[in-house]
């Protein structure tokens, strides 16, 4: 079984990873019941041979189940199987739900705060993020300019406080952030978004601020749903070289 990368269905189409394609296989798997609550996933070695896939990309499709709540892996005993279904992913300390609840309290206002109070300096270095993250082509790199990217909104606000809500749950931010870019495509949607954000700042707009990270936070949430919804409510269509349910 070759698990090449793919498209998806849906506008625009979107090519869809082998890690993508290993994660959609071993979550169908799970939610069908081929691996109850309680069993034992195959071994690396053994799903590596069976799906023809390298160790890097099965390990970054078992973090994922992992943080989709569906599995939990034990040290020394393998990767167990703890639902059947999907309800709230977790990245870090956080459950998904919690995160985004307290995102729109926290740093939609930030935002607004920030149109208004934001300096030259703040301007400058939100602009020279923004400028990096747009040319950045690995996730990994990207990712981490996005929690500074958040943070720098935040120090805008000129409240310390603001700052340190943000850092406490940085982790957390990133740890989605990755999840959306990996099964959601994200980034490019972001720069974009971060974007209507920084332009927002500049022209001192509190209104346009916080509509900016409102509809950030939308799309965050949009994609996440969409991740989570069962196989056979989303997008992707199977193809040549992918698994059939």
């Known amino acids: 079984m070759n698990l090449s990368d793919s498209r998806t269905a849906g506008q625009p189409p979107r090519r869809i990873s082998a890690m993508e394609a290993v994660l959609a296989h071993l979550r ?9 609550i309680g069993d034992k996933l195959p071994s690396e070695a053994e799903l590596c041979r069976t799906l023809e ?5 099965l390990r970054e499709a078992l973090r994922a189940l992992q943080t989709m709540g569906l599995t939990v892996s034990k040290t020394g005993k393998g990767t167990f199987v703890v639902a059947s279904a999907v309800e709230d992913p977790t990245f870090g300390d956080y459950a998904a739900s919690d995160l985004l609840e307290v995102r729109r309290h926290v740093e939609i206002p930030v935002a607004g705060y920030a149109a208004l109070r934001r300096t030259p300096e703040n301007l400058d270095h939100l602009a020279h ?44 931010l990133a740890r989605q952030s990755a999840f959306l870019n990996e099964l959601g495509g994200r980034r490019e ?22 509509e900016a990270m409102s509809h950030h936070l939308d799309r965050v949430e949009t994609t996440l749903t969409d991740i989570v919804r069962p196989p056979g409510k989303g997008t992707d269509t199977p193809t040549e070289g992918e698994p059939q349910a």
């Open 28 to 36: 169908a798997a799970i939610e069908r019941g081929d691996y109850a």
């Open 53 to 57: 896939i390298s160790r890097p990309v």
């Open 129 to 172: 993020l923004l400028d990096r993250m747009e040319r950045e082509t690995d996730t990994t790199a990207w990712v981490a300019m996005d929690t500074l990217f958040h943070l720098a909104v935040a120090e805008a606000a000129q409240n310390p406080v603001f700052r340190r809500v943000i850092e406490e749950i940085r982790d957390a």
């Open 189 to 210: 949607q972001s720069n974009r978004e971060h974007r209507a954000i920084v332009e927002a700042l500049l022209d001192g707009s509190e209104h346009d601020a916080v």
